[in-house]
């Protein structure tokens, strides 16, 4: 490998790492087309540059392309939703059984829940999902399991795009920060039942969560459309009623 090949390929991560946070962050939205000439004239490179770089990201998930179209943003659907969080919940619930076992009490689990304690309620969103994220990475890699490990780490960027897209209602993150600490409260206690109990309601809600912000969405968008062509009055937005939050 020479050196032109070795500044290609880091010129490549950092392209694929520019994209990745804009996709997180919600500046590129679910379905934007990413045009890899219009890519690469906004960062100055080559196209097969551009191309190499959404194939990272393609190959995780974070974006998709299909047969004679350009990649772009995927729009998560409710089947998806439940599917990623179905697959969640084979593997924590399994590494929450593991450590509540043991009774560990994860020093870096520990650091991520300070964290979000810390928070107020005008945090921004993806640092809190950052800090969630981290507990949950934690707990996994204090089960001990590398393949569950593993398999955990193919998920991030589904996770993660998935929070970024959809950001349910929440109306403190001290409640979120203290679901979390009831469940390292029960796992340091040896409490399996109760420890697992409280992981899956965790994930459950979170669906519930997830697919009622999208139907509420998607609803308003209806009405709005209905609205400006005068079929009917948009209704004043009714304030926050939901009490939790999960990621």
Known sequence: MNKLQIKSVSVIEALAKSLRDRVLSGELTPDTPLPELQLANQYGVARPTIRAAI??????????????????????????????????????????????????RPPLAEAALRRLEQFGDDAKWNEVVDADIDFHVALVEASGSRHIARLYGLLGDDIRLCVAQLRPAYDSVSK???????????????????????????LDQAVGDLTHQRAKTASRSRRTASARQGHVRPRPRAGRTSGRSHV
Not at 62 to 73: I, W
Not at 181 to 195: M, P, S, T, Y
């Open 176 to 202: 979120l920060a203290r679901e979390h600490r009831e469940l390292l409260a029960a796992i340091e206690r040896g409490d399996v039942r109760v420890a697992v109990a409280l992981m899956r309601e965790h």
């Open 55 to 104: 194939q990272q990201l393609t190959l995780t998930g974070l974006l998709r392309r299909e047969a004679n179209r350009t990649a772009f943003v995927p729009r998560l659907s409710d089947e998806e939703i439940r599917d990623l969080y179905g697959v969640r919940a084979v593997l924590e619930l399994e590494v929450v059984r593991r450590i509540t076992e043991r009774r560990l």
